[in-house]
């Protein structure tokens, strides 16, 4: 096991910045998941702390240790590849071999690894089996399998559980939480997919650009997102927005939006109360915004919003309902799946004044959570 820390790091192919000045720590022992869509530098980060990639600027320090110039063989660390680049032509047994064959480690000690690796990952009877005879959780099995009898201080993961199909992955998830308890070390995880994130991960950096846009546990970064990315990104099903202008409205404070006004509650009015600015981005979660048709009770702080029905998508036990307000305004909000609503049915839905998130629209960062 390990502390990570990168140091204002950079990585450039040609002029172009993919990893861009990046500072992350990551504590022994730590899960953490490095989110982002397609292109944000992520992968190209894991590949710099596995020595495939080399270091621009910046550095790359492993339990105090500068790694930048260490080739990738001589690093205490493993990787397990989105493809899984386990050798066809070898047996389940050989591929797992493999890694200590070539570090030489004597026949005993590596027997125990192996046969330590087999149990924990439930591959026993398949030792014998070529890749091809076996299924792509298995085979996703045996490539973490490989990596772990190396004892790496750090487990590097790049999406290994894109692959497989959703009923199979969400097997993987609990499996991989399971590994990480059992055994303890390091992990850092690639991913593009937030339900993988929000699972797996003590924390989470979600990166954009190359660059860092917030770094937390999962429940903070889903109720308090730090910029207008990680509010987009973050959360299914996506986060309802609305360009508005903060103002006092028969002395009550909140936003003009599209939507129509929506209150503050005391604590959002308190932390904007000393800021100069007006024009804002509103962010309110379909999850915080609920059917007047099944809460008769509403708090002082929520704000009551008519809609008209256009679309409604089953998810099973709840259904997402896209409205649109008087003003044309697209906005989402669940109900059960035992609420009766159909297209072009008005409705009315309360707005929770304590769930509003409110962004600079210069900067993109938040304002108040």
Same mark, same amino acid.
């Given at each position: ?12 192919? !040609?002029?172009?910045? $993919? ?15 490095? @989110? ?6 992520? %992968? ?16 790359? @320090? ?12 001589? /690093? ?20 797992? /071999?493999?890694?200590?064959?070539? &570090? ?7 027997e125990e690894k192996i ?21 792509? !959780? ?38 991989? &939480?399971?590994?990480?308890?059992? $055994?303890?070390t390091t992990i850092i ?5 937030? %339900? ?12 954009? !650009? ?34 508005? /202008? ?27 109360? &000393? ?24 708090? =002082? =702080?929520?704000? %009551? ?19 649109? %307000? ?15 609503? &159909? ?9 929770? !004044? /304590? ?15």
């Amino acid at each position: 096991m390990a502390d990570v820390i990168i140091k204002k790091l950079s990585k450039y192919f !040609g002029d172009h910045a $993919v990893i861009d000045n990046l500072d992350l720590e990551i504590k022994n022992g730590e899960f953490v998941t490095l @989110l982002g869509p397609s292109g944000c530098g992520k %992968t190209t980060l894991l590949r710099m702390i596995a020595g495939l990639e080399k270091v621009d600027k910046g550095e790359i @320090l492993i339990n105090d240790k500068r790694y930048n110039d260490i080739p990738a063989q001589y /690093r205490h660390v493993a990787m397990v590849f989105q493809s899984y680049a386990l050798f066809p032509h070898m047996s389940v047994y050989s591929n797992i /071999r493999f890694g200590l064959k070539i &570090k030489k480690v004597e026949r005993k000690k590596a027997e125990e690894k192996i046969s330590w690796a087999i149990s924990l990952l439930g591959l026993s009877g398949l030792e014998k089996r070529l890749p091809k005879e076996i299924s792509g !959780g298995q085979r996703q099995r045996v490539a973490l399998a490989r990596a772990l009898v190396l004892d790496p201080e750090v487990l590097l993961l790049d999406e290994p559980l894109s692959n497989l199909d959703t009923a199979l992955r969400e097997t993987a998830m609990e499996e991989l &939480k399971r590994i990480h308890r059992h $055994v303890g070390t390091t992990i850092i995880y690639v991913s593009h997919n937030q %339900t993988e994130a929000m699972t797996l991960s003590q924390r989470i950096a979600v990166l954009n !650009g190359g660059r860092l846009e917030q770094y937390d546990t999962p429940a903070m970064v889903y109720d308090f997102p730090r910029t207008l990315f990680a509010a987009e990104f973050i959360g299914s099903p996506t986060m309802n927005f609305f360009d508005g /202008r903060i103002v006092s409205q028969d002395n009550i404070a909140g936003v003009n939006t599209g939507a129509g006004f929506i209150r503050f509650d005391k604590q959002i009015e308190t932390g904007i109360s &000393k800021l100069d600015i007006k024009d804002v981005r509103v962010g309110i979660r379909p999850q915080n915004i609920a059917f007047a048709g099944r809460y008769s009770a509403r708090r =002082s =702080s929520d704000t %009551t919003i008519h809609l008209t029905v256009e679309l409604v998508q089953s998810f099973g036990d709840r259904s997402l309902v896209v409205g649109k %307000t008087q003003n044309g305004h697209i906005m989402r909000f669940l109900v059960s799946s035992e609420d009766e609503i &159909k297209p072009d049915q008005a409705v009315d839905v309360f707005i929770d !004044g /304590r769930k509003i998130h409110l962004f600079d629209k210069q900067n993109r960062n938040v304002l108040s959570n």
